[in-house]
């Protein structure tokens, strides 16, 4: 008979495709859904021999619950300031990273609310086109009293496009806003 | 019911019960006879026509390789045409392939009506069937189910069309034959048959197309050996660079691909098998300009409507990429039972990896190293009996089991870990004669399903899901032939699908859309119950088909937008989390192609879809466009150097999509347009070699424009004018491919 033929030829086969097609699919538990991110970004302001930083912390990358500090400035005072980032679920420092590849990276900072007219910020370190970076940075709050404003601070990465020192990308790997209160 | 056709004269009758026939009126010269049953090889005699009565007997022997469905392989007659299926199904045959060769398998069924595609750039292009796609259309390659990477509407079908002998697209939910998944309809892509019995032959295509210096190349060979055996290989190869609108370079659009593929066949009295083998590889660039940080990256891409540098042409391609390797391994046997039926059994192993490259990356070189990677494994089993014709009754019953797993690599996630089983079993039964044709059938699928998501999505350790799934499908459908040149055929058709993977545990940003995508683990199955009726009109002169449906899905899953956007380190994101309504899909396609005068022919098609809520009647977001195309063709005096040569000019028009919800989508549906197509084919022969040949100019006047199912419409205009050259050499004997004048 042919068709037993047959099946003793397809038997053997259809046994050895389901050996492969029974592979585990269980994750390791090491290594596997490991994602670049951004968890954390500290800056530092200094000002009259003190120190304050704000964070904002995202613990688990693009999960819920990220957390801003608010800031609070001093009417009619120069800070010096200096950013630092971080990836805590990975250990990584990425402001090192940042500095390290500065002339594609470019932070902005944006002053917003009642009050942005009295903040100015203008980064104070170059890449070696001599463009800003802003991983250090001088912010002047303008006197006038007590008021609230806002602070955003944008990572752009420039990776087409050229980095001109003024215009930010299309590719932003960080966008935070600070509330800021003046005192 | 034998069907006997005769293909010269576009003639043809069925036998009655006893396999008797008549046909008057033939004309007294050599004609061609062709005798068709299902099931059974086709027979073509040639005869002679004297004077007075004329007897021709045939006796026609079951197909050497099983049973095709309802569906015999030569199309050009009328009787195959009108009785084809009593769902509506379109075909692309080997000819009218020859004229797109070289086109994505996207764009090669996007001319079919009721087909459109969903593109990313000019590398990426998914069949959308009725305005659904992806894990609503089940594509069948080589008679295996494709298990690929569908979870996004950049994820392409892994299938080198140059493999194609013959595509058929069913429209409309085909749930009892397909299984889970067959609800917008069935894409079927039938490599060319084995040469049994024949001297080595095979074929070499060249094309060439202008606007992004895309050149491919693919080559056939196959022969029998002896009386029972047979062989066929092909392999294609292609490169192209970055494409152009009619202002712009779309900068890292260019891809490569490289495939191969071979079938081994034997076959004796009754039985036989067929071992299939094929690699898939492709490097696909995305254009760089679609890449974009968060959602006010994205507003101002929007709002500056073109892209923010000028892209040289180049061949390279740079991340962000895709880089697919897809093997099929399959092993079909079928043979003869002693009660005349026959059985069927196939294996198919398939693996699928898919690797995608961000265009930056901490950890590595963002050319080397993934942002993710996915592997995919799936294997498949398949046993049915084929019933030999009992009185008017024929069908088939069967059941399946396919299993697979998929893992993800050391970097990044889209989809967690998983591994699902389905098993099916169904029936199928038809019920011919010649005025009427019944069709009905029920299947059974349950699926199981593990998955290992984040605990909870987002974070947390990985902790595995199980569930399952099942549901029942159902068909019952009728062809009715009122008139000799008339058919109708009606269908209604019930299929289901379990969620996506995608679906049920997605949590991130999707880059390109700006869009933070959360999935939903309580999504249940998804069914669809579709009702569709064809017209069909087949004479000398005129042909026409035309189909109206309406698919009603209930717990049709889909992205809707959340109150509140999601704030991350990164910036804000509108928020969409995937929901469950009942909606309701109508429309309307169909074509008409016609003798005009002389040798003058007119064609047009159309498709128009509306999809929407039930209850808040809100439209559905990423609908097709209504679409014409209407065209003539002009067809030259064969020579005995030149055949079938024609020039045709088509022109396209495509609405602006006015039926879209509102507030959803982050700009307004681009403009309609209309774009002229002008071409023109025809076989040269040389000595004994046809070499087909054409030249097409698609968007002749170079019009910029965006079509509403194109994903980079935020950012850059559609590719502008195409110049394409095509070049088919056949060699060996019974390549004598006389090109016939087909309705399409």
């Known amino acids: 008979m042919k068709h037993i033929d047959t099946l003793k030829f397809v038997l053997p086969l259809l046994f050895i495709a389901l050996l492969a097609g029974c592979d585990s699919t269980d994750p390791d538990p090491e290594g596997v859904g490991e994602e670049e991110l951004i968890t954390r970004l500290v800056v530092t302001m200094t000002a009259n021999g003190q120190s304050v930083s704000y964070e904002a912390n995202d613990p688990d990358g693009d999960g819920t619950g990220l957390q801003i500090d608010p800031m609070t400035l001093q009417s009619g005072t120069i800070y010096t300031g200096s950013i630092a980032v971080f990836d805590d679920v990975n250990g990584e420092d990425v402001g090192a990273e940042i500095a390290e590849e500065d002339d594609e990276h470019q932070f902005f900072f944006v002053p917003g609310g009642g009050a942005a007219a009295r903040l100015s910020v203008v980064a104070t370190d170059q890449d070696e086109n001599g463009l800003p970076v802003g991983l250090t940075f001088q912010l002047t709050v303008a006197d006038g009293g007590s008021g609230t404003a806002s602070l955003q601070v944008i990572l752009s990465h420039f990776d087409d496009a050229p980095k001109d020192g003024v215009n930010r990308s299309d590719e932003t790997d960080i966008d935070v806003t600070f509330p800021v209160t003046i005192q | 019911m034998v069907q006997?056709?005769?293909?010269?004269?576009?003639?043809?009758?069925?036998?009655?019960?006893d396999g008797r026939?008549?046909?008057?009126?033939?004309?007294?010269?050599?004609?061609?006879?062709?005798?068709?049953f299902i099931g059974f090889e086709p027979v073509s005699r040639r005869v002679r026509i004297a004077q007075g009565e004329n007897e021709l007997h045939a006796v026609l022997s079951e197909t050497t390789y099983g049973l095709r469905e309802a569906v015999v392989s030569a199309e050009s007659q009328a009787d195959v045409m009108l009785t084809r299926s009593t769902r509506s199904v379109a075909v692309l045959d080997t000819r009218e392939l020859e004229d797109m060769r070289g086109q994505t398998l996207g764009g090669m069924l996007a001319e079919l009506p009721g087909v459109t595609s969903l593109t990313t750039g000019p590398s990426i292009s998914k069949p959308v069937i009725r305005g659904l796609h992806s894990q609503r259309i089940v594509v069948v390659n080589a008679g295996v189910q494709q298990e690929g990477q569908q979870w996004g509407g950049e994820h392409a079908p892994e299938i080198d069309p140059f493999s194609a002998g013959r595509i058929e697209v069913i429209r409309g939910a085909a749930g009892v034959e397909y299984g889970v998944g067959a609800i917008g309809g069935v894409v079927r892509i039938e490599p060319e048959e084995l040469p049994f019995g024949g001297p080595i032959s095979g074929s070499v295509s060249i094309n060439a197309f202008s606007n992004n210096r895309h050149g491919a190349l693919s080559a056939a060979v196959g022969r029998g050996q002896g009386a029972n055996w047979a062989w066929r290989l092909q392999g294609s190869a292609r490169k192209a660079g970055d494409s152009r609108t009619p202002d712009h370079v779309i900068g890292n659009s260019g891809f490569q691909e490289t495939d191969v593929a071979g079938t081994l066949g034997w076959h004796r009295g009754q039985s036989g098998f067929r071992l299939h083998a094929s690699h898939f590889g492709t490097t696909l660039g995305l254009f760089t300009g679609a890449h974009i940080g968060n959602f006010d990256d994205l507003m101002r891409a929007i709002e500056r409507g073109q892209p923010a540098v000028d892209f040289d042409f180049t061949f390279d391609i740079d991340a962000p990429k895709q880089e697919i390797r897809h093997d099929l391994v399959s092993l079909s046997a079928h043979t003869g039972l002693p009660s005349g039926d026959w059985l069927e059994v196939q294996t198919g192993f398939q693996s699928n990896r898919r690797a995608e490259f961000d265009a930056h990356r901490r950890f590595g070189d963002p050319d080397e190293d993934p942002a993710f990677s996915l592997d995919l494994r799936s294997w498949s089993a398949d046993a049915r009996v084929r019933q030999r014709p009992r009185g008017n009754i024929t069908g088939n019953v069967g059941a399946t089991v396919t299993t697979q797993g998929n893992k993800n690599g050391e970097s990044g996630f889209l989809i967690p870990n998983f591994r699902s089983t389905t098993v099916s079993g169904f029936i199928h039964e038809m019920w011919v004669?010649?005025?009427?044709t019944l069709d009905t059938g029920l299947r059974y699928d349950y699926r199981w399903q593990r998955a290992f998501p984040k605990e909870n999505l987002s974070s947390g350790p990985f902790v595995p899901r199980t569930t399952t799934y099942s549901d029942v499908s159902a068909v019952l459908g009728v062809i009715w032939r009122p008139l000799p040149h008339w058919s109708i055929a009606s269908n209604v058709g019930r299929a289901w699908r379990p969620p996506g993977i995608n679906e049920l545990y997605n949590f991130g940003v999707h880059h390109g859309t700006a869009q933070f995508e959360t999935g939903n683990p309580d999504l249940r199955e998804e069914r669809s119950l579709n009702v569709d009726a064809t017209?069909?009109?087949?004479?000398?002169?005129l042909t026409l088909e035309l189909s109206a449906y309406r698919n009603a899905m209930d717990g049709f899953i889909f992205l809707f937008p959340e109150n509140e956007p999601r704030v991350t380190i990164r910036g804000t994101f509108p928020a969409f989390r995937y929901v469950q309504r009942d909606v309701v899909l109508r429309g309307l396609d169909g074509f008409v192609d016609a003798k005009l005068i002389g040798r003058l022919r007119g064609h047009a098609s159309t498709s128009i879809v509306r999809g929407s809520e039930t209850d808040t009647n809100l439209d559905l977001i990423d609908m097709p466009a209504d679409r014409i195309r209407a065209g003539l063709e002009w067809?030259?005096?064969?020579?005995?150097?030149l055949d079938g040569a024609a020039i045709h000019a088509d022109v396209e028009s495509v609405a602006r999509q006015d039926h879209f919800p509102e507030g959803v989508d982050f700009a307004p549906p681009p403009d309609g347009y209309t774009l002229v197509h002008i071409g023109s084919s025809g076989t040269w022969t040389r000595g004994s070699v046809p070499i087909t040949f054409s030249l097409d100019i698609?968007?002749?006047f170079d019009v910029a424009y965006r079509d509403y199912l194109s994903r980079f419409r935020y950012f850059i205009d559609d590719p502008g004018r195409n110049v394409s050259v095509r070049v088919h050499i056949p060699f060996g004997p019974g390549n004598n491919s006389k090109r016939t004048h087909e309705t399409h």
């Open chain 2, 635 to 641: 067809a030259f005096r064969d020579r005995p150097w």
């Open chain 2, 698 to 700: 698609n968007n002749v």
């Open chain 2, 535 to 541: 017209v069909r009109h087949v004479s000398e002169r």
């Open chain 2, 433 to 436: 004669t010649d005025k009427l």
């Open chain 2, 4 to 17: 006997v056709v005769l293909p010269e004269l576009d003639r043809g009758t069925l036998t009655d019960s």
């Open chain 2, 21 to 36: 026939y008549h046909l008057e009126g033939l004309p007294l010269d050599s004609v061609l006879v062709e005798f068709r």
